[in-house]
T-cell receptor, first 116, second 114 residues
Framework: DAGVTQSPTHLIKTRGQHVTLRCSPISGHKSVSWYQQVLGQGPQFIFQYYEKEERGRGNFPDRFSARQFPNYSSELNVNALLLGDSALYLC???????????????FGEGSRLTVL | DQQVKQNSPSLSVQEGRISILNCDYTNSMFDYFLWYKKYPAEGPTFLISISSIKDKNEDGRFTVFLNKSAKHLSLHIVPSQPGDSAVYFCAASRTTSGTYKYIFGTGTRLKVLA
């Protein structure tokens, strides 16, 4: 079984540009979450989507947006990139939401974004 | 406000001995906790979880202990192996919120010496 897949794995952008990161969850998983990991820190929650609806948003500016498609894959979009957006962006999938199944998140390998 | 803290940035242990990684949290509403292991250039890998209704959960060489009154959890690895060398993150969630928004600690780098 394929795990969580993310693309691209690495990318370089310049300040002010826009980026789209993509994620395919584990087959059968209906929830996708996005996390940002800056060097030396733990992952920080950005968004969670379940059944194509946003179910949670972290403390990130409106430049960050996401969506989930009918096949449960997801995109994370970041507009007007800043140097501080340089990070590893992790996508995680889970079966469902709290109270429905166990809570383990399964992470992809991440997309390493460098903003110059 | 760092709600989940891993105060030891690094830990070195001899192969075969016990590794103990610690994690403290401040939010008493957290009711589900996980430990993840991360190798360089890979995403975090789930290790073990514990619900707040338990105080211990065991899976093979890995045991997680939860002390709710102290708001403290620990991960024990016995025996430690060189392949366990990685960064370990604890994470906490308030599942009654309806999401799996996890708050992660900053990680502890474990080095198991052969």
């Amino acid at each position: 079984d394929a795990g969580v897949t993310q693309s691209p794995t690495h990318l370089i952008k310049t300040r002010g540009q826009h980026v789209t990161l993509r994620c395919s969850p584990i087959s059968g998983h209906k929830s996708v979450s996005w996390y940002q990991q800056v060097l030396g820190q733990g992952p920080q929650f950005i968004f969670q989507y379940y059944e194509k609806e946003e179910r949670g948003r972290g403390n990130f500016p409106d430049r960050f947006s996401a969506r989930q498609f009918p096949n449960y894959s997801s995109e994370l979009n970041v507009n007007a990139l800043l140097l501080g957006d340089s990070a590893l962006y992790l996508c995680a999938s889970s079966l469902a939401l709290a109270g429905v199944s166990t809570g383990e998140l399964f992470f992809g390998e991440g997309s390493r974004l460098t903003v110059l | 406000d760092q709600q989940v803290k891993q105060n030891s940035p690094s830990l070195s242990v001899q192969e075969g001995r016990i590794s103990i990684l610690n994690c403290d949290y401040t939010n008493s509403m957290f009711d589900y906790f996980l430990w993840y292991k991360k190798y360089p250039a890979e995403g975090p890998t789930f290790l073990i979880s514990i619900s707040s209704i338990k105080d211990k959960n065991e899976d093979g060489r890995f045991t997680v202990f939860l002390n709710k009154s102290a708001k403290h959890l620990s991960l024990h690895i016995v025996p430690s192996q060189p392949g366990d060398s990685a960064v370990y993150f604890c994470a906490a969630s308030r599942t009654t919120s309806g999401t799996y928004k996890y708050i992660f600690g900053t990680g502890t780098r474990l080095k198991v010496l052969a």
